[in-house]
């Protein structure tokens, strides 16, 4: 009896990566019928060195509470946790603290303009 070993090489693909999706897709697509990003832009434009605007750091903090209601700080890690990058487009790491930080001066700033409206 002659045993035979047969070595076979196994490919793995890439490793894979667990993220939640939820109803981000669903809210992302409310958001760009409304036309958020465009209006909130609109009314406070960026420079062009800016990763994200304006509008994409108010769509992300509409798509952040609906999906994960928590506090503002640290959106960064709800990002990495969620589909953000392939759903919205936006790096997490450009939704820090000090990014969503100049958001919200910017709407203090504009809160009486917002209120009359």
Known sequence: MVLCVVKTRVMYGPPSVEKALGSLPM???FCGRLGIAGVVDGLWPIREVARV???QVVEALIANRLT???SVVRLEN???CWAVPEVLGIEPDALNDYRVGRLLLVLIRWSRVIRRS
Do not use: F, K, N, Q
């Open 27 to 29: 809210i992302a697509d």
């Open 68 to 70: 994960s209601p928590a």
């Open 53 to 55: 605007s304006h509008g």
């Open 78 to 80: 709800w990002a990495r």
